[in-house]
C-alpha cells in the first residue's frame, strides 16, 4: 500500500512493488529485492504500510533499520485505510476475497495492483476500481 508523502511525487512503474516474504516460501535473492524495493519507495517519500499474516516480523528484522516511511499493520483493512492504492504481491487465502466495497471506501483512490494475479479484472472495473495485473 502506497501514500505519496507530498504534492508533485513522482509516480513510480508498476515493477516496484512491495510485500513482505514468507519464511521459506521465497529464496534469498527475492527477499533482497522486496528489501530494496521498500527502501527505495521510502526514500522517494512514498509511505508504505505492510501487512502479511504471518512474515512481517520477519520481513522487518530483514529490513534492519526501518524507515519512518514503513509502517507494519495487523489487518489488511488498516494497510489500505487513507492509502492512495493496493498493491498484492503475496497469495495468502484470506488476500483471495476482500470486501472490495470496503477496500473501495478506506483508500483515497480506488487503484489496485495485483502482482499474483488473483483478482478478476472485469468485476473490480464495474465495482469502480482502477486495475493492473502486474505479470499478465
Given amino acids: 500500500v502506497f501514500t505519496p508523502a507530498a504534492e508533485g511525487l513522482r509516480p513510480f512503474p508498476p515493477a516496484r512493488v512491495e510485500q513482505p516474504w514468507r519464511q521459506g516460501r521465497m529464496s534469498g535473492d527475492l527477499t533482497i529485492r522486496w528489501i530494496r524495493r ?11 504500510k505492510i501487512h502479511d499474516p504471518e ?4 520481513f522487518l528484522e530483514t529490513l534492519g533499520t526501518v524507515p519512518s516511511e514503513v509502517t507494519a499493520v495487523d489487518d489488511p483493512y488498516k494497510a489500505a485505510e487513507g492509502s492512495d492504492g493496493l498493491i498484492l504481491c503475496t497469495e495468502w487465502r484470506e488476500y483471495r476475497s476482500p470486501d472490495f466495497e470496503r477496500l473501495k471506501t478506506l483508500l483515497n483512490e480506488p487503484v489496485l495492483f495485483d502482482g499474483r494475479n ?4 472485469e468485476h473490480l472495473e464495474k465495482v469502480g476500481f482502477s486495475y493492473y495485473a502486474i505479470g499478465r
Fill in 55 to 58: 512474515a512481517t516480523e520477519n
Fill in 118 to 121: 488473483q483478482w478478476n479484472r
Fill in 38 to 48: 521498500v527502501r527505495a519507495l521510502a526514500a522517494d517519500g512514498v509511505k508504505v
